[in-house]
């Protein structure tokens, strides 16, 4: 008996600390913070109940949706820019006849190395006026007419001027997390079956329909991955602006993010009961949209009959 | 079976394979049985006999230590492994316990530039009292917010001083007076005389509902540095200059815009096109500000909208004087240098800051007024300041208080503190210090600390409120908003779009300021 209890009580027993841990710094941190969500509070001490009046400021305030609409702008920018670059550099970077690989792999995964606060300060500089690296390079490559169609000269200074904030996050975001992404991409690339390719190549397909026709569809799986973390990420950036912006939000609060909003209600101003209430919407927000791409996105496995595959095999043999 | 699993044969395939028999029919007993060790040798033995290995079997060597912990631990390896480090780290831990802080009193500050001065005063301070230690410890300037904050709402880990910046400092008064982390100093400043001591309007910026919750730090005068070399050069003698308009009309002669000259554009002085505090600047020399002594929301007034009005055209539009070519590190330092910045808005600490950074401008630089808004008006303003607080957790309170000041208003700490740092101390008497009378090689000759303590007295009250950091932020928007406005429509409409924006910003705040039930 003493034998069988030991054998029952031990998988709890390992679980323990994990589940103390998750009791104490999950579970009860999501309980309160709910709890806290219906009070404006200042610090853990005082503390005075409001009912929904958070959420009722929170809808009705300009910042907020400034916040959401800079959020929704960056993650735009993120999947519509940054996953397209990332596959396109694991596509290139997927070469057989491309030398040096693993060195351009690791050069463009590098960056995502030296975190979001080293990024910032670093673009800080590259996007200064004047002296700034991305000015003089535009400087260098831009016509003059296109710099007066564009209003961007050496004097630009992109993190002070309100519509060129947002571009500049992005393009930093960009640069940082380009080659992270690049690393599922290309470990999908390599986990598509090759006999698929060489079926659509002998059936006539050229390289754009078999990146459409069958890169795509093998990977699947993975972009809808990417998709949802660079979503879910995008959604929570908060370092890159407030490192990155000098007094942040930046020019007529173009920087400012829903976790930046957040920060600076909870823990700036103290009132941790409305951030609380701004820290749910958030969460509902970002499971709902999480949700809603998983659905749009259909079934996670490409499924590919074998019959099919025979059919194209036998149908081309002929021609051969 | 301990013989077969034990055997001292060589490895052939047909021993292999009886041995692989013998181990496939006996598991399910020996598990039963509860006999793991003798399961355990068997496996072994059979991965012992690999065809191309012949000897004598591992199992007949004396096992080792760890190998045989291993199989008496029921739990398997891997738990074994991480009670062990579990056990290892934990006694490292405990061997090596943290040593007892013997600080007496400890000072948080965010400034590294007085971190030399204060070790000093304190080693003077530590010699005239022993058994006292002084730890200061700096902190990043937003980051000492934050844990200043934690610091208060866990009460651990408070130090008795905190050397913060105004703005963040504002932001720990609000909530309920009793919840505010700092003593109020107001007896203290009225019993010790330094009530009649100190410049009284720096006293503004640390009093809420009443109470002053810190000693201030400086006085932050603003004058203007500029490039006395080139203004000479140009025949401009900056006496002539009495106010904005004034200002202005120099800095048409001076400045040269984008592609108007080969070594590009230069301006009269540097401002900022997005940041409020320009504007900030220019708004409390007009005798406005973000809050009144009540504590109101003033930043919409006509003081606010004149700077504004003012400040713009200043930085935006064809006629535009001022640039915006770097203020801080290498791009300010690079635009002054090169000689395409020729002025900047200075208050005490800037001074000294430039002083350091840019060593090559020793002789060619100057500190002038501030023009002002009107002749005869005043000439400076003020940007910044810091406060020292006494936090509610200290055990000697006025032992705490007398080092506080004697970091801020003793006459070695406030020499230290202006040679080390450039700070004009809020108490007057210092300023008649010797140290206060070197004249400058950097500044042309001229005694900076005169130079900023002859307006120093008419520096305005600027008052504070623990949403001081959503005003500064709304003022900053409403100028960018309206350089932007300027620089798309010009002056037409101009007047009624800074007022309408203002407007509607400062209601963002009052609306915020209602909210506070505390």
């Known amino acids: ?320 | 079976l301990a013989s077969i699993a034990r055997a001292d044969t060589a490895g052939t395939a047909r021993e292999i394979q009886r041995r692989k028999r013998f181990h496939r029919e006996l598991t399910p007993h020996l598990i039963k049985g509860g006999g793991h060790g003798l399961r355990r040798e068997l496996r072994l033995s059979l991965r012992s006999l690999c065809p191309t290995r012949v000897g004598p079997m591992p199992e007949l060597m004396p096992r080792p230590i760890v190998s045989s912990l291993l199989s008496k631990f029921r739990f398997g390896t891997a738990p074994l492994v991480v009670a062990l480090v579990t056990l290892l780290a934990g006694g490292w831990v405990l061997a090596h316990p943290v040593h007892a802080d013997t600080a007496t009193v400890r000072l948080w500050t965010y400034t590294p530039e007085h971190i030399k001065q204060y070790e000093a005063a304190a080693a003077v301070y530590e010699r005239a009292h022993p058994g006292v230690h002084i730890a200061i410890q700096q902190f990043e300037y937003r980051a000492m917010g934050t844990r200043l904050r934690s610091a208060f709402w866990a009460d651990l880990d408070v130090p008795e001083l905190v050397e913060i910046n105004a703005t963040v400092g504002a932001g720990f008064f609000a909530g309920p007076v009793d919840e505010v982390g700092f003593l109020d100093l107001r007896p203290l400043l009225e019993s010790s005389g330094l009530m009649d001591r100190i410049v009284k309007s720096r006293l503004a910026q640390f009093t809420n509902r009443g109470h002053i919750f810190g000693l201030p730090h400086d006085v932050h005068p603003v004058l203007i540095a500029y490039r006395k070399d080139i203004f000479d050069a140009e025949g401009i003698d900056v006496s002539t200059i009495e106010t904005w308009d004034d200002f202005v009309r120099v800095g048409r002669k001076l400045r040269r815009l984008p592609g108007e000259h080969p070594d590009g554009a230069r301006y009269i002085l540097q401002l900022p096109r997005a940041e409020g505090w320009g504007v900030e600047i220019m708004m409390i020399q007009n005798g406005g500000g973000y809050f009144d002594a009540e504590g109101h929301l003033i930043m919409d007034s006509e003081e606010a909208v004149e700077a504004i009005e003012k400040y713009v055209p200043m930085i935006a539009g064809p006629d535009r004087v001022a640039g915006d070519l770097g203020n801080w590190a290498q791009p300010m330092v690079k635009a002054m240098e090169d000689g395409r910045t020729l002025g900047f808005l200075a208050p005490d600490w800037r001074a000294r800051g430039f002083e350091n950074d840019m060593p090559l401008l020793k002789g060619k630089m100057a500190l002038m007024p501030l023009p002002a808004f009107r002749r005869g008006g005043r000439r400076t303003s003020t940007w910044g300041g810091s406060m020292l607080g006494l936090t509610k957790r200290s055990k000697d309170p006025e032992l705490v208080w007398d080092i506080a000041r004697f970091l801020y208003t003793s006459p070695e700490s406030c020499e230290t503190e202006w040679v080390g740092a450039g700070i004009l101390p809020p108490v007057r008497d210092a300023w008649k210090l010797p140290a206060f009378q070197q004249h400058s090689a950097y500044w042309s000759n001229q005694v900076p600390a005169q130079e900023y303590a002859k307006v120093a007295d008419d520096v305005p009250a600027h008052y504070m409120n623990p949403l001081m950091e959503l005003a500064e932020g709304k003022l900053g928007e409403v100028a960018a908003a309206a350089v932007r406005y300027y620089e798309e429509q010009g002056s037409t409409g101009f007047d009624a779009f800074v007022r309408q924006h203002l407007h509607d910003t400062a209601d963002v705040v009052r609306r915020q300021m209602r909210r506070n039930p505390f």
């Open chain 1, 1 to 320: 008996l003493k034998g069988s209890f030991r054998r029952k009580a031990a998988p709890y027993v390992f679980l323990l600390p994990f589940g103390l841990s998750f009791i104490v710094f999950t579970a009860y941190p999501v309980v309160r913070s709910l709890v806290l969500a219906f009070s404006i509070t200042y610090g853990p001490r005082a503390q005075v109940f409001v009912g929904f009046d958070n959420f009722a400021f929170m809808f009705s305030d300009p910042d907020f949706y400034r916040a959401v609409e800079n959020t929704v702008y960056f993650t735009l920018g993120s999947v519509f820019l940054q996953l397209p670059a990332s596959l396109g550099l694991a596509l290139l970077l997927n070469q057989t006849f491309l030398k040096f690989r693993n060195l351009f792999r690791f050069a463009f995964f590098s960056p995502y190395l030296l975190g979001p606060v080293f990024s910032a300060v670093l673009f800080s500089i590259v996007f200064a006026p004047q002296y700034g690296l991305f000015n003089r390079a535009l400087d260098w490559l831009m016509p003059g007419a296109l710099q007066a169609a564009t209003g961007i000269t050496l004097e630009t200074s992109w993190l002070d001027r309100a519509p060129l904030v947002m571009p500049a996050l992005i393009l930093t975001a960009l640069w940082m997390y380009a080659g992270f992404n690049m690393v599922y991409f290309l470990a999908a690339l390599q986990s598509v079956d090759k006999e698929l390719y060489e079926a659509a190549e002998v059936d006539g397909a050229n390289a754009w329909n078999r990146f459409l026709q069958v890169t795509i569809p093998g990977i699947k799986p993975v972009l809808v991955f990417v998709v949802v973390l660079s979503v879910i990420g995008s959604f929570q950036v908060f370092e890159l602006p407030w490192f990155i912006l000098r007094t942040p939000p930046g020019p007529e609060q173009a920087g400012l993010t829903i976790v930046m909003y957040l920060y600076q209600r909870g823990f700036v101003r103290g009132d941790l009961g409305y951030a609380s209430a701004v820290g749910w919407v958030l969460a509902l927000g970002v499971l709902a949209l999480s949700v809603a791409q998983l659905r749009l996105a259909g079934p996670d496995r490409v499924r590919t009959s074998p019959a099919k595959r025979t059919d194209v095999k036998v149908a081309v043999l002929p021609v051969r």
